[in-house]
């Protein structure tokens, strides 16, 4: 009762979606299948019904995990805890994942202190959160005549922001712009080993 009970929630999963789930007990189609242990090891070749007996038996569903075989291929296993399982280390392995996110900066050649200060603690906050960052000199009528002035800014602003970013791609020009991408440093946690304290020496004083 157990399995057919399984086997209706997981054929209607299959229905919604037929590509990404297998067919789970009665919902094989095959009259023979090979039939692997929960522990990978090889039961043989089995009819059909026989399969779902000892699947029954054991309290578990029997999963086609290689329709394409001859005979197909169905495991032995908990079906509904592999699923749950599987769900658990999908959403661990997303919240892994580093989003890359790249914000822009505008800046012109001849900034100003106070405005490169502003532009400086904003790149600070967006490599702080692990953004990098695209920096955009525009040049305007003759400063396209004295690209230097470019290359010193973002120079300066790399050499400024060094301890929480490092040059992904080296200045250049494009247009009348010259571009550079700054990346956050990531910081190598300390091992428990370097943040143990030190222990203190024995006392060798006998008197």
Not at 7 to 30: K, M
Not at 91 to 99: G, H, L, N, S, W
Not at 100 to 124: A, S
Request: proline content about 7%; aromatic content about 4%.
């Amino acid at each position: 009762m157990g399995s057919r009970l399984r086997a209706c929630s997981f054929h209607e999963t299959t229905r919604r979606n037929p590509i990404a789930e297998p067919r789970v007990n009665g919902y094989i189609r095959a009259p023979e299948v090979r039939v692997i242990a929960p522990d990978g090891t090889q039961i043989g070749v089995k009819k059909l019904s026989e399969a779902l007996w000892l699947a029954e038996q054991l309290g578990l569903d029997l999963v086609e995990v290689a329709p394409d075989a001859k005979p197909p291929v169905c495991r032995l296993m908990d079906y509904g805890k592999y699923k749950y399982e599987q769900s658990v280390r999908d959403r661990e392995a997303r919240k892994k994942q580093t989003r890359t996110v790249i914000k822009e900066l505008r800046m012109r050649p001849r900034i100003d202190q106070h405005d490169f200060d502003l532009q400086v603690r904003k790149v600070r906050d967006f490599l702080s959160q692990g953004d990098k960052v695209k920096v955009t000199v525009r040049f305007r009528g003759r400063e396209q005549e004295r690209p230097e002035y470019g290359r010193r800014l973002l120079d300066r602003l790399a050499e400024t922001v060094e301890e929480v970013g490092v040059i992904e791609q080296a200045p250049s020009m494009e247009g009348r712009s010259m571009t550079m991408v700054l990346a956050p440093i990531r910081r190598r946690k300390a091992s428990r080993d370097e943040q143990r304290p030190e222990s203190s020496p024995p006392n060798d004083d006998t008197t």
